[in-house]
């Protein structure tokens, strides 16, 4: 699983792109591929409290942007991009079909509409 904190076991997405592909496998490997060849990253090695100093990590980073810092990495451009990235998720799963990003081009239809009709059809 990807959320609610349950681990993830095995192979568990690959992205693929025009000119890549990402493995994600288990929570700890991450598999690369691009033209410049196949990097492979193991964060297997990161400590056993990595979860409560990403959170720690988070709060400190929104208390310095309130304070006059920069926007932090969890901030409003960045969370656009991963909610696309998740839109896309449920969009290329209920066609059955890749989905392109970004999705706002795809001229078609905005990903929480067709969510809302495809649900609203069940009913």
């Known amino acids: 699983m ?3 904190g349950n ?3 095995g192979p568990t997405m690959t992205l693929t792109g025009t000119e890549g592909m990402i493995n994600i496998e288990g929570e700890d490997i991450v598999i690369t591929y ?3 060849g196949m ?4 964060y297997s ?4 409290n ?3 100093k990403a959170w720690s990590d988070i709060v400190t980073d929104l208390i310095q942007w309130i304070e006059g ?3 932090p990495e969890l901030g409003l451009t960045n ?3 991963a909610s696309e990235l998740n839109l896309g998720i449920y969009l290329s799963c209920l066609r059955g079909d890749k989905v392109d990003l970004p999705l706002i081009d795809d001229g078609k239809e905005w990903p929480v509409e067709a969510l809302a009709r495809i649900a609203k059809s069940r009913t």
Not at 45 to 48: C, G, H, I, L, N
């Open 7 to 9: 681990p993830m076991n």
């Open 34 to 36: 691009s033209k410049s």
């Open 69 to 71: 810092a920069p926007e």
């Open 45 to 48: 090695s990161f400590a056993e």
């Open 39 to 42: 990097v492979r990253d193991d």
């Open 2 to 4: 990807l959320d609610a």
């Open 50 to 52: 990595k979860y409560t």
């Open 79 to 81: 969370m656009l991009k």
